[in-house]
């Protein structure tokens, strides 16, 4: 099926069971699959695509397919107006922000949050050895150094203010309300 998807999609494996054997159907197996795409949207017409292919399956096969769905993990949605806010305080206060004011996509259940409320999910950039990029063994010794402390002093600091700004500034709160409101309308 990989060839009939966006290459954009992802559908992640595992088979679990008991009683296994390469010559014999097992009478117990779990199988394990997350699926993944851009957006929300784009991962349930992907699951509409996948489910039948369990079931054609299991017809063939002559056994039985229950299929149990656990969860379901959004993009992350990135409130405009934190996110500007963010940039103009870091900007103001140190002179330059090297990125974009929030990541662009990654593994995280914090998605699910920005579909209910708004939300910020910035990023920073620390400095790093060669091959010593997030999640790996390298990235430790990075992120341990005084440059990693100081940026991350610096996004928790434009942070903190943001929030306090957000519950003592009723404009900038109603704002960032309207944002929210507008975002979401694109995703239903």
């Known amino acids: 099926m990989r060839q009939q998807i966006k290459p954009t999609h992802r559908v992640h494996g595992i088979f679990e069971g008991r009683d296994w054997a390469q010559s014999i159907i097992p009478d117990n197996s779990k199988m394990y699959y997350y699926i993944r795409a851009p957006t929300t949207a784009e991962a349930e017409e992907t699951l509409k695509r996948v489910v039948p292919c369990f079931e054609a399956a ?20 990135q409130n405009k107006v934190l996110g500007d806010e963010l940039s103009n305080v870091v900007r103001k206060k140190y002179g330059y922000i090297d990125y974009d004011y929030g990541i662009k996509g990654a593994s995280t259940d914090f998605g699910n949050i920005s579909y209910l409320m708004p939300g910020l999910h910035p990023g920073f950039s620390i ?3 060669p091959g010593g990029g997030n999640h ?6 990075s992120a341990r150094t005084q440059a990693a402390h100081d940026a991350c002093l610096i996004v928790s600091k434009a942070l903190a203010y943001i929030g306090m700004r957000v519950i003592t500034d009723g404009v900038f709160l109603q704002q960032v309300k309207d944002a929210f409101e507008e975002q979401m309308k694109s995703k239903t």
Not at 58 to 77: D, M
């Open 58 to 77: 299991a017809l063939a096969t002559g056994t039985t397919v229950k299929i149990i769905r656990v969860a379901t993990g959004n993009e992350l949605v």
């Open 127 to 129: 400095p790093t050895v």
């Open 136 to 141: 790996t063994r390298a990235f430790t010794d």
